[in-house]
């Protein structure tokens, strides 16, 4: 089992920066791959962006190419999502996913959930 926790959302106006975190424990960390999804009110919930277990690999969104960078550091457990030159259209809970596969953009490709954190970016 792995427990995710995610933190560092909030409200921030259009064309600001946040920093989502992810911590994990149980499992060693190291051993998934782990992506950001999000969810706005009344649609579904989509891929972000994806980080393999070494950080050798990532991948983006169409949406957030650019503008989000994902970063992990296995020594603390955790993963981030640097979002910069925010949106209203950003707005969503921000969940982040672990995989002991190799990452994928479907939701079905993840085993573990975190609980999620609100981002909310005004104009």
């Known amino acids: 089992q792995v427990q995710l926790v995610e933190s560092g959302g909030g409200l921030v106006q259009a064309g600001g920066s946040l920093r989502l975190s992810c911590a994990a424990s149980g499992r060693t960390f190291s051993w998934y791959d782990m992506g950001w999804f999000r969810q706005a009110p009344g649609k579904e919930r989509d891929f972000v962006a994806a980080?393999?277990?070494?950080?050798?690999?990532?991948d983006y969104a169409d949406s957030v190419k650019g503008r989000f960078t994902i970063s992990r550091d296995n020594a603390k457990s955790t993963v981030y999502l640097q979002m910069n030159s925010l949106k209203p259209e950003d707005t969503a809970v921000y969940y982040c996913?672990?995989?002991?596969?190799?990452?994928?953009?479907?939701?079905?490709?993840?085993?573990?959930w975190g609980q999620g954190t609100q981002v909310t970016v005004s104009s």
């Open positions: 980080i393999s277990r070494n950080s050798a690999r990532t």
């Open positions: 996913a672990a995989t002991p596969q190799s990452y994928s953009s479907l939701r079905n490709g993840y085993n573990y």
